[in-house]
């Protein structure tokens, strides 16, 4: 079965009792049983909920996954990744990572003594030199937000399966249509559903897709006794959402090589950080581990200033100033002081998130509107 075949029905069946096409939103915190103990797989709704079951075999159909689990946001599900491990645990991550992950890592898990390695993934060597026998798991983001960096997933998963790690991807900024990790022998893939999956800035959620069968039953027990799992309203928003992917993911990619084209023309544009242009670090493995190179960007102005990028932010019209992304609209965000404000300037300047950078996560809309809005924008600066 396709992409798009999949998103429409995997998972799916139209309801038994009304022939309804659309799964019902199974409103309901319990389920009456048979007898003590025995019912029909529900029994509480912390644990399953019947939309959300639709959900996550959904979202494993996507990912050519076996096994898929949603929780009640991005946060939530990495937070269910990191409660398996144990105190003297090792991590190496990604260093261009995403900020509430990080905030989470070094704030809340760097306590309970589990240790986190950030550092550019680019250079395989530097990676493995850092495990030991403590290290157990190693985090990736690809694209990483917000500087895209490509990270090889078949390098990685090759040193992990090496040193016996495991390997963990965050694909929320590729989305299963352009990026499927599992294929490439990683072992759990998450997303923050909140942004492509869901795809219209109306809802919070996260997800993890896994093949092993006990890594399944681990995150699903972490899941149910720990209680970040998400309602039906929100499985039922995200399944909608799920319908129209393939059709969203084409106009970002399309949209997002329009203005990354346009600002890298621009005379008051410095560097312009998106996957598709052939001198990008490691555009090669772009080319080979995506379908496409996404909708999401970042740039800097020649100038440098964070007074000018500010200025930049507040006169765009169509795009608007927010964080998130991945919504059917345009969006422009200043990452040093939103999203990746809990990290350190001087941590984030070694990546090259400046106080000048922007991240746009461009929309479905018109192309030649968001092309307009950005330029005369930059004519105000």
């Not at 199974?26 to 797989?41: I, L, M, N, R």
């Not at 003297?88 to 306590?111: C, P, Q, S, W």
């Not at 250079?123 to 960096?149: F, R």
């Not at 090496?162 to 990026?179: G, I």
Request: neutral net charge; charged residues 20%.
């Amino acid at each position: 079965m396709k992409f798009g075949t999949k998103a429409i029905h995997a998972g799916q069946q139209p309801d038994p009792s009304t022939g309804a096409i659309m799964t019902p939103i199974y409103q309901t915190s319990t389920y009456v049983q048979e007898s003590p103990g025995v019912h029909k797989g529900y029994a509480y709704a912390r644990g399953k909920n019947p939309t959300r079951t639709a959900l996550e075999h959904c979202l494993a159909a996507l990912e050519n996954a076996k096994h898929g689990l949603c929780f009640s946001s991005g946060m939530g599900a990495a937070d269910a990744v990191i409660k398996l491990l144990r105190p003297g645990d090792e991590v190496i991550a990604t260093d261009d990572l995403y900020g509430g992950t990080y905030r989470m890592f070094t704030k809340i898990f760097a306590h309970y003594g589990i240790v986190f390695h950030f550092i550019d993934m680019h250079d395989l060597q530097k990676v493995e030199s850092l495990v030991n026998s403590k290290t157990k798991m190693l985090w990736l983001e690809t694209p990483t937000n917000p500087m895209m960096k490509i990270i090889d997933i078949v390098s990685l998963v090759g040193i992990a399966k090496k040193h016996q790690l495991l390997t963990m991807v965050d694909n929320t900024f590729a989305s299963p249509y352009l990026q499927n990790p599992l294929d490439m022998g990683a072992d759990i893939v998450m997303h923050s559903a909140t942004k492509y999956l869901g795809g219209h800035s109306d809802v919070v959620m996260g997800a993890l897709m896994v093949n092993d069968d006990k890594l399944f039953e681990q995150l699903a027990f972490i899941a149910n006794s720990c209680g970040a799992t998400p309602g039906p309203m929100d499985s039922f928003l995200v399944l909608r959402g799920l319908k129209t992917l393939h059709l969203r993911m084409k106009a970002h990619c399309e949209n997002g090589k329009a203005v990354a084209e346009f600002l890298l023309s621009h005379p008051k544009v410095g560097k312009v950080y998106w996957p598709g242009f052939p001198n990008h670090p490691n555009h090669e493995v772009a080319k080979k581990q995506m379908r496409d190179f996404g909708g999401m960007i970042s740039f800097t102005l020649k100038s440098d200033s964070f007074e000018e990028a500010s200025k930049l932010a507040q006169a765009l019209k169509v795009f608007s100033l927010a964080e998130s992304l991945g919504g059917v609209e345009s969006l422009v965000g200043h990452p040093a002081s939103m999203t990746h404000a809990s990290i350190p300037k001087e941590e984030r300047e070694k990546t090259g998130l400046v106080d000048s950078l922007l991240r746009l996560s461009v929309g479905v809309e018109d192309k030649e509107d968001l092309v307009s809005d950005i330029k005369q924008a930059l004519d105000k600066i």
